[in-house]
């Protein structure tokens, strides 16, 4: 009885995780799970949060204590080419996806967009894609982040000093 | 006559495109340089400062003046052996008869320049261009600009230089030039 219990209790836990991730990410995730060096990552908002709280500053936590979730996929670069997609290819279906972009930043050969996903108020979506030389990382929360925290703290500033 | 409007159209739409921020040319030149640092802050990231709640009233007045802002572009790089040739290189590339002077800083290490473009009696446009002895960065803010406004966003965008506008309260016409 418990392990039906607990089998109904996953399924339905999972079941609301992957109705909680945007298509994008869905399909990116779909195109390149399973190859070698791909890795993937969900978290909730507690379990993201807990480690925020435990390796981050105030403030981060400060700004990130609305989200709901976090998910991640790191997928080798030469993955892409196996799969005979592209990076800016991808960049195309956020578009579609009615993801707008809000920042890009070019550092030392990597780059880094963040998009958000206008949902509800106080419940966007927001996606982060890191592309290095090697890795393609790709970054999906959902819940409300202080733009000011955004546009203030690495990778969206630019300091000189 | 449709022809010659859809022309005349083709013309502003592509100027108006050409003319959306002055380091346009810059960043072509330099995208694909990996020891340039290259930031875009789009409109919609601007956009969001609209539903933030505001302690004081200043600071309402500094999300108002945010959320009107169309896009920031910076483009620098650090380390560099030749940023004074990046900085006068800076003023071939930037049509120069589009911008007014605004405030000229030199002191040993760095030179700075802002320059401001104006139409209607706004501000649309901030570039400030900074060459130092071992750092360069040009930065174009664009929208709709307070100047009163521009060193508190500075503060919170963590964009140093933008501080030095602080004691500005309005654009002058004619030239001010200040040494540090």
Do not use: C, W
Request: proline share 2%; charged share 30%; no cysteine.
């Amino acid at each position: 009885m418990k392990t039906l219990i607990a089998s109904f209790l996953l399924v339905t836990v999972l079941s609301a995780t992957a109705v909680a991730q945007s298509k994008s990410f869905i399909s990116f995730k779909e195109k390149f799970i399973g190859l070698e060096d791909v890795h993937h990552l969900s978290l909730n908002g507690f379990f993201a949060r807990t480690i925020f709280k435990m390796v981050a500053e105030d403030d981060l936590n400060h700004a990130v204590k609305a989200i709901k979730n976090i998910r991640l996929v790191t997928v080798p670069k030469a993955a892409f080419q196996k799969q005979n997609v592209s990076v800016p290819g991808f960049k195309n279906v956020l578009h579609g996806d009615a993801f707008e972009e809000l920042a890009h930043v070019k550092e030392n050969g990597d780059d880094i967009t963040l998009y958000m996903q206008s949902t509800q108020k106080n419940d966007n979506r927001y996606m982060v894609l890191v592309e290095e030389e090697y890795v393609v990382t790709l970054i999906e929360f959902r819940g409300k982040v202080d733009p000011d925290f955004l546009i203030k703290n690495r990778p969206m500033s630019y300091n000189k000093s | 006559m449709k022809k010659i409007i859809a022309v005349v159209i083709v013309m502003v739409v592509a100027q108006g495109a050409f003319a959306q921020d002055a380091i346009s040319k810059f960043f072509t030149k330099y995208q694909s340089d990996e020891s340039f640092s290259q930031v875009t802050v789009s409109s919609k990231m601007f956009s969001l400062f609209t539903n933030m709640d505001a302690d004081t009233p200043e600071d309402k007045e500094v999300l108002n003046a945010i959320s009107k802002l169309k896009g920031l572009r910076i483009l620098g790089k650090q380390d560099a052996r030749n940023a004074r040739e990046l900085y006068k290189e800076a003023f071939t590339l930037i049509p120069m008869k589009d911008y007014e002077e605004l405030l000229s800083v030199r002191d040993k290490d760095k030179d700075m320049k802002f320059l401001i473009k104006e139409s209607g009696g706004k501000i649309s446009e901030l570039i400030m261009i900074m060459g130092g002895t071992n750092d360069f960065m040009v930065m174009s803010l664009f929208g709709e600009i307070d100047l009163k406004q521009v060193s508190h966003i500075g503060k919170k965008m963590n964009v140093d230089g933008l501080e030095k506008l602080e004691k500005m309260n309005k654009p002058e016409k004619t030239d001010k030039k200040t040494n540090e």
